[in-house]
């Protein structure tokens, strides 16, 4: 199978950009800030082009795929003459202050006309900005505006007209094909699997990955009605304190079966944790993101032995897109970019920069890395989870209950 080096692409993209007369961050910077456009307003007498600033936050491949996309879009000449974008990101795990209260203290300063342009997040997200804010914080967005959006197959989300998907995130089961021939299919599958297996199957420490959380939340919402998984509503918690202690204690069942060293039970930190062990084969299973998994293929640094397959119920999914903020500062000039993101070009450079699941027809897409691994993660059974302040309750508990259990 083929396998490319990201870091190279990226050089590969400066150089021709560099060619254009454009201005790029520098391949393997740091740097938050966007690039600039063409200049196509720098002639004399034409009209100032806005800025659009987006802000996300996020993995460093997150961050990688707006840029790559950012950039494309400033080299556009159909779309360069009515924005310019910047990015500004809040890389994960790190000190700086978060991006729902950069937001929130903003707007309790009464701060408008800001360069908050558009917020990139996960739809499950939306709720905390909106308890530190206000229920209106975010605008409707006006559809008509944005003619790629009828390229969107995902126009029916949790979120409602205040929220454009631009890609699929959705957590997988992670497995080797050399030792698992047949993974598990189903929930009560892949429990048993782990018990008849000890030693071979782990999930990250929820408070540090995605994926651990997923695990815990399959857990516990596979025990409530579907509707659940889709609300905020506290009920959900408060009214159904038996469910919720039935699905701790199998999590405390499964946890002496769970990957050990040194003789103790070990839950790896991060997302990227848990894959080391995949990708050196001490463990055999493991959920994980898929655009994580797929990147570390075509890097060489996870074993081609290693596939993607999703049980029932499903792991918990999301779809990341665009709000535009009440104190934004060009709402028009958001919609403009809003619609280059949703493009066919746009969607593709999304998959051979981090694999994103495109939210457009992938059939229509084209010049993909590895398109075969479309089959493979199909977003069609892509399950919501937008439980609001649930998914710290979560990740609280498990920590009081299920993380004490490895001392």
């Not at 025990?223 to 469910?243: G, R």
């Not at 596939?307 to 999301?318: D, H, N």
Request: proline letters at 5%; glycine letters at 6%; charged letters at 20%.
């Amino acid at each position: 199978m083929k396998k490319r080096n990201l870091l190279a692409k990226k050089c590969g993209a400066a150089m021709l950009a560099a060619a254009l007369g454009l201005s790029m961050t520098a391949c393997g910077s740091t740097a938050t800030g966007g690039t600039a456009s063409a200049g196509a307003a720098s002639q004399s007498g034409a009209a100032q082009v806005p800025t659009v600033t987006i802000w996300g936050h996020g993995g460093q491949e997150v961050r990688d795929a707006l840029q790559a996309v950012a950039d494309a879009h400033n080299a556009d000449a159909n779309y360069n003459t009515k924005a310019r974008v910047e990015i500004q990101f809040v890389v994960s795990g790190t000190s700086e202050q978060s991006l729902p209260d950069r937001l929130a203290a903003a707007y309790a300063a009464g701060e408008t006309d800001t360069d908050f342009d558009l917020i990139a997040l996960d739809d499950s997200g939306i709720s905390s900005i909106l308890a530190q804010t206000a229920p209106d914080f975010f605008i409707p967005i006006d559809t008509s505006k944005i003619p790629n959006y009828e390229n969107v197959i995902f126009k029916e989300n949790v979120v409602g007209d205040t929220f454009v998907p631009y890609r699929g995130t959705a957590v997988y089961l992670a497995y080797n094909s050399e030792t698992v021939p047949n993974p598990p299919k189903t929930e009560e599958e892949l429990y048993a699997w782990i018990k008849e297996n000890p030693g071979r199957f782990t999930y990250c420490d929820p408070s540090t990955g995605g994926s651990g959380t997923s695990f815990v939340a399959n857990t516990v919402y596979n025990q409530l009605p579907a509707e659940a998984a889709t609300s905020a509503d506290l009920k959900w918690k408060d009214e159904h304190t038996a469910e919720w202690d039935s699905a701790f204690a199998l999590l405390e069942e499964l946890h002496p079966y769970l990957y050990q060293t040194a003789g103790k039970v070990q839950y790896p930190m991060k997302n990227a944790g848990a894959l080391d062990l995949l990708a050196t084969k001490q463990i055999d299973m493991t959920p994980a993101f898929v655009n994580m998994v797929l990147s570390q293929k075509a890097m060489g640094t996870m074993p081609e032995s290693i596939k993607l397959t999703q049980i029932e119920p499903s792991f918990m999914g999301a779809l990341a897109g665009f709000c535009i903020p009440t104190i934004a500062k060009d709402k028009e000039a958001a919609l403009s970019v809003i619609d280059y993101f949703l493009s066919y070009e746009a969607q593709s450079l999304g998959w051979n920069t981090m694999y994103a699941s495109p939210v457009v027809d992938s059939a229509k897409l084209e010049n993909l890395d590895n398109a075969d691994w479309l089959a493979e993660t199909d977003m069609k059974s892509l399950r919501y989870f937008s439980i609001g302040s649930m998914m710290v309750d979560l990740r609280t508990r498990w920590a009081e209950q299920i993380s004490p259990l490895a001392k």
